[in-house]
């Protein structure tokens, strides 16, 4: 079985637009709909906003139903100049921007630096890179995530996040505390973020109302392209 967690109702319902057989399941307090993708098991739950919700509601999935792979689907805010909104970031590599290495280890903060930096399976990504339709009219990237709890959207935030961490190709709330979540529980994850906003543009909020609902699906699409061409026993091989 597959997990998909998603921390909003808009980015779970367009997965389970994809999904047949579905039927609702209930755990500690927590909705699970079950069903196929491509005659593949799945189970998606909304795991909230945030770095605490999104880790504990990815802990309880693994414990209910063991998956071979969480999936983590959803949209954030663009960093790189030449991203455009509906672009789609893969992550190799994830940290958190809103930890302050320079006071816990007197350390400046950054990818080589930071005391969390988790990194995914590169073939997992490469599989979902191929799966990207490219006939879309947009791009898909692979690249580093950064994640914390708050919406970059201050010129400050901004700025700060960008110098920090140059290599980051989007922000969020959810990923990297979703990742460390899965290196605990050894549980391979596929990080997929449909770009809502660019966050070094003036006016991203803005383009984040308008754009959220269609980078939803652009990323659930992705999501369901890569569950019909994986294979566990391939991708172990």
């Known amino acids: 079985m597959i997990g998909i967690l998603c921390a909003m109702e808009s980015e779970m319902n367009a997965i389970v637009e994809l999904m047949d057989e579905c039927r609702k399941e209930e755990h500690f307090e927590r909705s699970y709909v079950k069903g196929k993708i491509a005659d593949k098991a799945v189970v998606v739950s909304k795991c909230g906003i945030g770095k605490v919700s999104s880790a504990i509601v990815c802990a309880m999935m693994i414990q209910a139903y063991q998956p071979e792979l969480i999936i983590n689907v959803g949209v954030a805010g663009g960093a790189k100049d030449f991203e455009k909104t509906l672009d789609i970031v893969i992550a190799d590599r994830l940290t958190y921007h809103d930890w302050d290495n320079d006071i816990i280890e007197d350390r400046p903060s950054s990818f080589a630096n930071n005391t969390y930096v988790f990194e995914t399976d590169q073939r997992l990504n490469e599989m979902a890179l191929k799966a990207f339709d490219s006939q879309c009219?947009?791009?898909?990237?692979?690249?580093?995530?950064?994640?914390?709890?708050?919406?970059?959207?201050?010129?400050?935030?901004?700025?700060?996040?960008?110098?920090?961490?140059?290599?980051?190709?989007?922000?969020?709330?959810?990923?990297?505390?979703?990742?460390h979540c899965c290196q605990y529980y050894h549980t391979p994850v596929l990080i997929i973020r449909s770009l809502s906003d660019i966050v070094t543009r003036e006016n991203n909020s803005v383009d984040y109302s308008q754009f959220m609902p269609v980078a939803a699906g652009q990323a659930a699409k992705l999501c369901a392209g890569f569950i019909k061409t994986y294979n566990k026993k391939t991708e172990l091989d």
């Open 137 to 179: 009219g947009h791009k898909a990237y692979i690249g580093p995530i950064v994640s914390g709890d708050s919406f970059v959207a201050r010129r400050e935030d901004v700025a700060r996040i960008t110098s920090t961490y140059p290599e980051a190709y989007c922000c969020d709330m959810e990923s990297t505390s979703i990742a």
